[in-house]
T-cell receptor
Framework: KAGVTQTPRYLIKTRGQQVTLSCSPI?????VSWYQQTPGQGLQFLFE???????NKGNFPGRFSGRQFSNSRSEMNVSTLELGDSALYLC????????????????FGPGTRLTVL | QQQVKQSPQSLIVQKGGISIINCAYE??????FPWYQQFPGKGPALLIA?????SEKKEGRFTISFNKSAKQFSLHIMDSQPGDSATYFC??????????FGTGTSLTVIP
């Protein structure tokens, strides 16, 4: 089985621009989560999508948004980029079924390295 | 507020030694406790995981010890090798796959 794939792997943007990152989960996985990883803050949960619906949300401003398509692929968008948004953005997929079920293994992609100048 | 507290921040171990990384949590709703290994430029890779009804799980040289009453769990790497040099993250999840991560431990194994 192919793993989680993320595109692009690297991005350089300037302040004020917007960016869209893409994630393709492992085949059969319907849950996709997004994380921001920085040296100072570690791995911070952004949001989780399941069956095209945002199921969980972390503590990030509204500039960070996402969506999931019917094939479980997911995109994450950051508008009005700030210097502090420079980070590794990680996507993870999981064989999740319904809300409230026991947690399952989560598998990460290689990440998209975003640099904001 | 950090839901999962991890220590130490960095660790240097001699080849063949035992590496021990500790994590503590408060939320008793957590039902799944994984450990991830991350190499530079790569995403975290699932190493080993445990559920709260088990006190210990071993896979090869990696062991998780889980103390439910103390709300602590730890990763033990036996016979540590230079190839184990990486950053290790503990995590905990509430049902429904909402994960909280520790801040990471940078492990260096000296030959």
């Amino acid at each position: 089985k192919a793993g989680v794939t993320q595109t692009p792997r690297y991005l350089i943007k300037t302040r004020g621009q917007q960016v869209t990152l893409s994630c393709s989960p492992i085949s059969g996985h319907r849950s996709v989560s997004w994380y921001q990883q920085t040296p100072g803050q570690g791995l911070q949960f952004l949001f989780e999508y399941f069956s095209e619906t945002q199921r969980n949300k972390g503590n990030f401003p509204g500039r960070f948004s996402g969506r999931q398509f019917s094939n479980s692929r997911s995109e994450m968008n950051v508008s009005t980029l700030e210097l502090g948004d420079s980070a590794l953005y990680l996507c993870a997929s999981s064989l999740s079924k319904v809300q409230g079920e026991v947690s399952n293994e989560q598998f990460f992609g290689p990440g998209t390295r975003l640099t904001v100048l | 507020q950090q839901q999962v507290k991890q220590s130490p921040q960095s660790l240097i171990v001699q080849k063949g030694g035992i590496s021990i990384i500790n994590c503590a949590y408060e939320n008793t709703a957590f039902d799944y406790f994984p450990w991830y290994q991350q190499f530079p430029g790569k995403g975290p890779a699932l190493l080993i995981a445990i559920r709260p009804d088990v006190s210990e799980k071993k896979e090869g040289r990696f062991t998780i010890s889980f103390n439910k009453s103390a709300k602590q769990f730890s990763l033990h790497i036996m016979d540590s090798q230079p190839g184990d040099s990486a950053t290790y993250f503990c995590a905990a999840s509430i049902p429904g796959n909402q994960f909280y991560f520790g801040t990471g431990t940078s492990l260096t194994v000296i030959p």
